[in-house]
């Protein structure tokens, strides 16, 4: 069973910056993995923050698009995200999520808390 351990959530100020990473541990070919970033806001659904796909192809939702950098360390069965100019609408729960290629077998993190205020 595939675990994902995010990291590097906390608090910070409106237009600060984090770095989120999340490690992936009992994997198998882990460059043959899509991977993601979610994030859940109270009382929703997770929704899509970015992805990366095993070639390096990455997408974002439009609220993020020009601020967050998702990128993968194969090397280290690792993903970041990068979050400059934060703001509040930002505030929420942030998930590494992984689906295999092969299986198309979907993993997610326990989830990192991410908030955003003044």
């Known amino acids: 069973q595939v675990q994902l351990v995010e990291s590097g959530g906390g608090s910070v100020q409106p237009g600060g910056s984090l770095i989120l990473s999340c490690t992936a541990s009992?994997?198998?070919?882990?460059?043959?993995?899509?991977m993601g970033w979610y994030r859940r806001f109270p009382g929703k659904q997770r929704e899509l923050v970015a992805d990366?796909?095993?070639?390096?192809?990455?997408d974002y939702a439009v609220p993020v698009k020009g601020r967050f950098t998702i990128s993968r360390d194969n090397d280290n069965n690792t993903i970041y995200l990068q979050m400059s100019d934060l703001m509040p609408d930002d505030t929420a729960i942030y998930y590494c999520?992984?689906?295999?290629?092969?299986?198309?077998?979907?993993?997610w993190g326990q989830g990192t808390q991410v908030t955003v205020s003044s």
């Open positions: 990366i796909t095993p070639r390096g192809i990455t």
């Open positions: 009992k994997v198998n070919n882990f460059p043959m993995y899509n």
């Open positions: 999520n992984a689906e295999s290629t092969l299986t198309w077998r979907n993993y």
